[in-house]
């Protein structure tokens, strides 16, 4: 591996995955800088979500390489991001609904949360001082993308824009190094989306998360992203700043040679 693979929060090299008889990814080789806010575009069923699957440890990869922050993790195990420190938020907001904001939160602290089991059945104080600031961290997860009001509301009472944050708020609240965003805008009215694009833009400080964006509404990838991936039926068609990948020819023809309707969204 080079010496600048370090600088990248995720590398893949050559990487395939088969899903059933699907080539979903055809020997993806590509990198998201750490630090930076990236984002992973290209028309329905380019292979998006299973790249980001794969690099997760969600499918596995069938030949080739994932990297994170320098170490090979290919077929890592889902559980163990967190202890690398990376999160991630899914598509749609998978979200307990009867559980408030704040205890949706919490479970999205995996590090935080482990106290002993036996202390945690028992009621120790250890424990409860555990749980005390675990609601502490996840309360300021929430204050982090402008939810606080919202905190013991059950989900299910929430507009769905606003469980998408609490979502974001739960990616958040293990002070990740790297976060992966599958479609952080999606099913949002423009409004709702300024508001996600303002809570993402805030977290680009020094020191601030990675942030890895799967996202079709190109209007929130040029607000947001230094740099862009474009994969077209599992492969990269492109890679490089949004203004200019953006407008290149060959992306135009594969959004348009889908009928994609989002393409280059910007109403
Ligand atoms: N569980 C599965 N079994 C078989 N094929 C699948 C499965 N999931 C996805 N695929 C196929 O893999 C390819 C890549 O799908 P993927 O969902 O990764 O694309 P995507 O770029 O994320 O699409 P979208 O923007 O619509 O979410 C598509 O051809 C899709 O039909």
């Known amino acids: 591996m080079s010496a600048e693979a370090k600088n990248d929060a995720v590398r893949t090299e050559a990487l395939d995955v088969w899903l059933g008889g699907t080539h979903a990814v055809c020997g993806v ?3 998201f800088a750490a630090g930076q806010t990236s984002g992973l575009v290209g028309p329905n069923g380019a292979g998006k979500s299973t790249l980001l699957n ?3 440890g969600l499918v596995p990869a069938s030949s080739g390489e994932v990297y994170l922050y ?19 938020s899914y598509q749609g907001a998978q ?19 482990r106290t002993g089991l036996v202390s945690a059945a028992l009621g120790l104080p250890r ?25 013991f509301r059950p989900v299910k009472e929430l507009p769905y824009g606003i469980q ?6 739960r990616a958040l609240v293990s002070d990740p190094r790297c976060i ?14 300024e508001e996600v694009v303002e809570v993402l833009a805030g977290l680009r400080v020094e020191g601030g998360p990675t942030l890895v964006v799967v996202e079709h509404d190109m209007r929130v990838i040029n607000q947001l992203c230094s740099d862009v991936v474009v994969l077209a039926a599992g492969a990269v068609l492109a890679a490089g700043p949004p203004e200019t990948v953006l407008n ?7 959004y348009i040679g889908r009928g994609s309707k989002e393409q280059v969204e910007s109403e």
């Open 180 to 193: 992966f965003l599958d479609e952080p805008a999606a099913g949002l009215s423009r409004a709702e989306k």
């Open 29 to 31: 080789t590509v990198a």
């Open 127 to 151: 424990a409860r001082r555990a749980e005390r600031a675990a609601r502490e961290r996840a309360l300021h997860a929430l204050e982090r993308v402008g939810l606080a009001q919202y905190a």
């Open 164 to 169: 998408k944050r609490v979502d974001l708020a």
């Open 248 to 254: 290149s020819p060959e992306v135009v023809a594969a």
């Open 95 to 113: 979200l307990v609904r009867e559980l408030s904001a704040v205890d949706n939160v919490m479970v999205g602290d995996h590090v935080g949360l």
């Open 70 to 88: 320098g170490d090979r993790t290919t077929g890592i195990k889902p559980h163990q991001l967190a202890l690398r420190r990376i999160s991630r």
């Open 54 to 56: 794969c690099v997760s």
